[in-house]
């Protein structure tokens, strides 16, 4: 009882004390509006001030959205000492005495046009962009055990190292490597990421949308990502260098030697190599650029087109089976004047001799057959290579140059002994190419902000080869039934290609950059090649079926394209329209050859990232392409393209229509450590040619003609990562899914197909302790081939199952490393094969010099095996390995 | 036909963000000592930070000064020292900085005219934001005045966070806003001191603004929208294990460790042991008084 009565005592006393203070107070509201003078618009955020005549601020209110505001005065007897002041940034203040007999006020402001000009002090704080550019100081990613920057980079977030030294950043391959801003290795930079030593620079820059053009810079941006090593001291007048003696068992050497010397002024980096270990130095030599700005340009360069018919290299490490001895030397230099004239030369010499020994069983199935293609082959190759680059520069405010003549060497000597079904024989390939091309490059400044560019590239192509065969597997075609010794066949490849074309940018920044270009290309290849007879006798003659080819291939396009380019904070948009014209010419009148292709076609495509949460994002694109071939696809003569394979070809030109259409969709949440990426892309690829397959026992026939070809296929993937942080462990989890409708015209019975390709795989990250690191990876990939229009199932297929582990020790100064590969595979009717790989590392640093001891293939495999499905063919090669190999190194930095 | 659905939604989504951004120069940016007793067992060694107010026509926006001047001298240098590079946006995952208390990155944009206050926080390489409502003040209104950097300056009470503050607002500077949370008077706070003598805001430098930067300079940005609550358990597991939450969220399976550098107070960079000892520190130091005794 008690209880209750306090409760409405309270409630009492709340309800009295609300009564008295609304006696007291005498509520008082004056209202108004706040206008501009000059728009007559209401004016939100103003204060209006109440004050005294000693000007201190009795009551207050801020002007709402409609530029109303409500005062409440609670002594208003007092309202008449009283005035109004109302501020507001950019008008004058503005006083109006205030009335007891008045409540609402409109008031007007004049605009303040000093407030907003005056230019005092400038801003504490330009802040525009957040820097990351801390995260790439060197000294912030390097580990004791790092020497060059390769190492280092392989250390920043989103950067990879391949072992070849190309960098990727985010997954996708940079567009080149910079020194202070100098592209010095003419973007063969793997040479550069492996021997520039981490001491010598001061940070690493990952550098989006790179304009290295003076002139365009603040205009034009770039897609393409470059990473630019800024030098410790950029008047350095010091050599430093790298050098290597190696040496191990069984009669292995690797040694080399790196000088270099970057300044503002000269810049130079010259390397010399040696080594038998199983390291093709050609991958240094690889201008990553080279064959993104070929297709870029157009440059339908025709490829070798004969062979020994070897297997491609197996899908494991080079060192494992690479039998070689290679030198190599690597010249770079360049030097800058002062006014702004860059003059560079990047050399590159050669020689690898390497032999390769394997076994390999093509079985090609059709209708009711199999025709089984059984080879061993022994080879050995050797290639001389020589690359010479000049290059002249001029990149100034107002005007820039660039003229790049290039010359490539290149004489390759292949022979083989060969076991064929059942034949033995010798075969031998020499091929020789010459490759010129000059890239010019001026962009002259215009009056307004507009950008024009004029590129002309110019290339000439010469590629010879000559094949020999020491058998006649085949005599029914090549020499009327009779039989006959050996055979040769040579090929000349010339090709001549230009292309010169003019851009033209509107500077202006507006929310779609336009681009337009115009521009004209000439192409001109011949093929000439013919077949040379050794008969029993000892005369030679030449084939005597046709006449071999004299063909002669000319192709003019003249292009204009439309680039638009919208990049908002929650939407990027980048759709390109190119229209062309194309003539294309063919002739050869021994064959009575003279066609004209003539086309006139738009390849748009379009790009959308949209932001449909603050984390996720929708990527679409579609694209539609009209490709043709080269003149590759379309010699009339016979030729023999190796041992077994015979080709010709009766279409025309080949026309192909490509439409693909994706989307993908990114999903993150960065604070529940989750992310999730799924996409699927669909393409349709429609040709007007088919390969006619002719299979006997012993060639292989092939003959391109026309034919209404259609591909389809569908790609789906999803991958899945975590961090768990009690366990320090990054899990990650990867889908993979395809299917492919493809046609094969096989012994003049059309076969088709759906070759479906299913993966997933699993990866692991785990830091154990400070000084422990475990990862490990494991890969299952299935793959089947379908043959669907037959009555018999023709089902082919293979798994693979591939599991890796990586174990990193590093106490102070030491680098341990133990790596374990196991690859399993089954095909469908064989038993399966199991292979073991492991290598080992111990690194040790004693102040400038490197002590390492390295064993690769510790378990001593010797034979390496692969499987492949691929529509009716189905292929095993069997590799002989080189076994255990150790090696002690020491390196001295200088 | 399919493919003019799919321009017609790309074309409706751009005009939805022209329309969205807004733009507002920074007219005037002050500089704030702020002196806050973390630990009321030990009251003489109060968190002594520098803190700037950028404010513009109607919005504001508060961070730690130290940092910022940081981040744009390094900024500077580096495009002078990369001269012959010309204009460029740097990008790229960051190295993990665990910042000294002193350097506090957090951001707090206040706008009155849309009610609403943004409180944006980066950690590792993404930036939170946190969005409430922003909290009106009852000001008492004082009669006494004093100079407080050349600016005439009147004195008012009001309540926040379980302190009563005592400010001092310029009416010739004529913003409702102030340092941190406190807004809401007829001119911009120089000054305000808890009752307590806990917490002081205290006004060392007002600078005038060129017009050419920002206030909401993270406009452009993409920001991550969660709770106060889920951002403070993100800060503590950032905290606990900075390189494994900076790793779990790069895309990149190639990357195996991240470094963490500390920054110190005065702006140096530590890594390594020195590094992890400080963060220990952090992860013992006793905050028993926060600046808001309450939740409002």
């Known amino acids: ?894 | 036909m399919k493919k003019y659905w799919l321009y017609s939604l790309l074309i409706s989504f751009l005009v939805f963000e022209c329309v969205a951004q807004k733009s507002e120069p920074i007219l005037y940016a002050v500089v704030y000592e702020f002196v806050h007793v973390t630990d009321t067992t030990k009251p003489d060694t109060p968190l002594r930070t520098k803190m700037l107010l950028d404010v513009g026509k109607t919005s504001s926006n508060y961070c730690n000064y130290d940092l910022e001047k940081k981040i744009k001298t390094t900024n500077k240098k580096n495009t002078i020292a990369n001269k012959p590079m010309g204009n460029k946006v740097v990008m790229g995952s960051p190295i993990v900085l665990v910042n000294s208390p002193t350097m506090n990155a957090e951001h707090y944009l206040k706008l009155p005219l849309e009610n609403k206050l943004l409180q944006i926080e980066p950690i590792a390489s993404d930036l939170y934001c946190v969005e409430s409502k922003l909290l009106p003040i009852k000001w008492q209104i004082k009669t006494e005045t004093k100079r407080i950097n050349n600016y005439l300056c009147q004195k008012a009470l009001g309540s926040f966070g379980g302190r009563i503050y005592t400010a001092w607002f310029a009416t010739s500077l004529p913003f409702n806003h102030g340092p941190w949370k406190l807004w809401g008077l007829p001119g911009l706070i120089l000054e305000a001191t808890d009752s307590a003598n806990q917490v002081k805001f205290i006004c060392n430098q007002v600078t005038k603004g060129d017009g050419t930067e920002e206030v909401n300079f993270l406009k452009n940005e993409r920001l991550i929208k969660t709770t106060s609550a889920k951002l403070a358990n993100a800060k503590a597991n950032f905290n606990n294990d900075p390189s494994g939450f900076a790793k779990a969220n790069i895309n990149d399976k190639t990357v195996n460790e991240i470094p963490v550098f500390y920054q110190t107070s005065d702006g140096k960079f530590i890594q390594g042991e020195d590094a992890k000892k400080e963060l220990k520190k952090i992860n013992s130091t006793l905050i028993n008084n926060p600046i808001e005794l309450t939740k409002q």
Request: without cysteine; positive net charge; charged residues 15%.
């Open chain 1, 1 to 894: 009882m008690l209880f209750k009565f306090s409760n409405y005592m309270g409630l009492l006393i709340i309800v009295l004390l609300t009564i008295t203070s609304g006696l007291k107070a005498q509520p008082f509201a004056i209202k108004g509006l706040v206008l501009s003078n000059n728009t007559k618009k209401s004016i939100a955020g103003a204060n209006v001030l109440v004050k005294n005549n000693d000007s201190i601020v009795l009551f207050f209110s801020t002007t709402n959205l409609k530029g109303e505001f409500t005062i409440e005065i609670n002594d208003y007897l007092q309202i008449g000492k009283y005035f109004l002041e109302v501020l507001v940034i950019g008008y004058l203040k503005k006083i109006v005495p205030l009335s007891i007999n008045k409540n609402y006020y409109t008031i007007f402001l004049e605009e303040d046009p000093k407030e907003l000009d005056s230019v005092t002090v400038k801003s504490i704080l330009p802040l525009k962009k957040r820097g990351d550019t801390l995260s790439y100081l060197v000294n912030a990613f390097e580990k004791n055990e790092d020497r060059t920057i390769g190492d280092v980079i392989k250390r920043i977030p989103g950067m990879s190292v391949s072992d070849n030294g190309q960098i990727s950043f985010n997954g996708k391959p940079i567009a080149n490597l910079f020194i202070q801003g100098d592209d010095l290795m003419d973007g063969r930079y793997g040479l550069a990421t492996k021997s520039i030593n981490k001491n010598m620079i001061k940070s690493i820059e990952v550098i989006q949308n790179f304009q290295p053009i003076k002139l365009l810079q603040n205009k034009v941006w770039s897609d393409d990502v470059v990473v630019n090593l800024s030098l410790k001291d950029e008047n350095s007048i010091k050599v430093a260098g790298i050098a290597t003696v190696g040496g191990g068992l069984p009669g292995l050497y690797d040694t080399d030697a790196t000088v270099m010397l970057f300044n503002k002024k000269i810049k130079f980096l010259n390397s010399l190599k040696l080594n038998n270990r199983g390291t093709d130095y050609r991958n240094e030599f690889k201008m990553y650029t080279q064959e993104m700005q070929q297709q870029s340009l157009n440059n339908n360069r025709p490829s070798k087109l004969l062979s020994l018919a070897t297997i491609s290299n197996p899908d494991i490490s080079e060192s494992l089976f690479y039998n070689n001895s290679s030198i190599a030397a690597n010249l770079n230099n360049l030097y800058n004047t002062k006014d702004s004239v860059q003059l560079k030369t990047n050399i590159q010499l050669f020689k690898d001799v390497n032999s390769l020994s394997f076994a390999n069983i093509n079985n090609y199935f059709i209708n009711n057959d199999t025709i089984v293609f059984n080879q061993f082959q022994q080879t050995n190759n050797t290639t001389t290579a020589a690359n010479f680059a000049l290059t002249i520069n001029v990149n100034k405010q107002n005007k820039y140059i660039n003229n790049k003549l290039s010359i490539l060497l290149e004489k390759e000597e292949n022979s083989a002994n060969l076991v064929f079904n059942t034949n033995a024989f010798p075969q031998s390939i020499k091929n020789r190419v010459r490759d010129f091309s000059n890239d010019f490059i001026w962009l002259p400044l215009l009056k307004n902000s507009d950008i024009l560019s004029i590129k002309w590239h110019l290339n000439y192509l010469n590629t010879n080869q000559n094949l020999f065969v020491n058998t006649a597997l085949d005599s029914t075609v090549l020499n009327n039934d009779k039989s006959f010794k050996t055979v040769q066949q040579s090929l000349l490849l010339p090709s001549f290609f230009s292309n010169i074309n003019a851009s033209y940018i509107i500077g202006k920044k507006r929310l779609i950059t336009q681009v337009y270009e115009v521009g004209f290309i000439s192409e001109n290849q011949k093929n000439q090649s013919s077949i040379a007879i050794t008969q029993l006798n000892n005369t030679i003659n030449n084939f005597t079926g046709d006449v071999g080819n004299n063909l002669n291939w000319q192709r003019n396009r003249v292009f204009g394209a439309a680039n638009f380019n919208i990049d908002k904070k929650n939407f990027k948009l980048n759709a390109v329209f190119p229209l062309s014209y194309q003539h294309i010419k063919i002739e050869q009148q021994a064959y009575l050859l003279n066609e004209v292709n003539e086309r006139f076609f738009i390849n748009p495509s379009i790009k959308a990232q949209l932001y449909v949460g603050d984390e996720d994002n929708l990527e679409l694109s579609y694209s539609y392409q009209n490709n043709f071939s080269n003149i590759n696809s379309v010699f009339r003569g016979l030729m023999l393209t190796n041992y077994r394979t015979l080709q010709n070809n009766t279409n025309l030109v080949q026309e192909m229509y490509k439409s693909g259409s994706g989307v993908v969709f990114n999903f993150r949440r960065a604070l529940k450590m989750l992310m999730i990426t799924t996409g699927i892309k669909y393409s349709r690829n429609t040709a007007n040619t088919i390969n006619n397959t002719t299979l006997s026992n012993n060639t292989l026939q092939t003959e391109l003609i026309n034919f209404d070809n259609q591909q389809n296929s569908i790609i789906g993937n999803a991958e899945i990562s975590k961090y768990f942080f009690k366990i320090k462990t990054k899990v990650l989890a990867q889908f993979f899914f395809s299917r492919n409708f493809s046609n094969q015209f096989v012994n003049n019975t059309i076969l088709n197909f759906t070759n479906d390709a299913f993966s997933a795989a699993f990866f692991v990250d785990a830091k154990i302790t400070e000084q422990v690191n475990f990862l490990y990876t494991s890969n299952f990939m299935l793959n089947t081939s379908n043959q669907i229009n037959t009555n018999k199932n023709i089902k082919n297929s293979f798994q693979r199952f591939d599991n890796s582990a990586v174990l990193n020790y590093t106490p102070k100064n030491y680098l341990i490393q133990l790596r374990a590969n196991s690859i399993y595979t089954q095909q469908a009717s064989n038993s399966f094969q199991q292979f073991f790989f492991a290598d080992f590392l111990i690194r040790r640093q004693i102040k400038k010099i490197d002590f390492s001891i390295e064993i690769n293939n510790v378990l001593n495999t010797k034979q390496y095996q692969l499987f492949n499905v691929d529509a009716n063919v189905s292929s095993f090669s069997s590799i002989p390995l080189r076994g255990r190999l150790a090696i002690a190194k020491m390196t001295f930095n200088f």
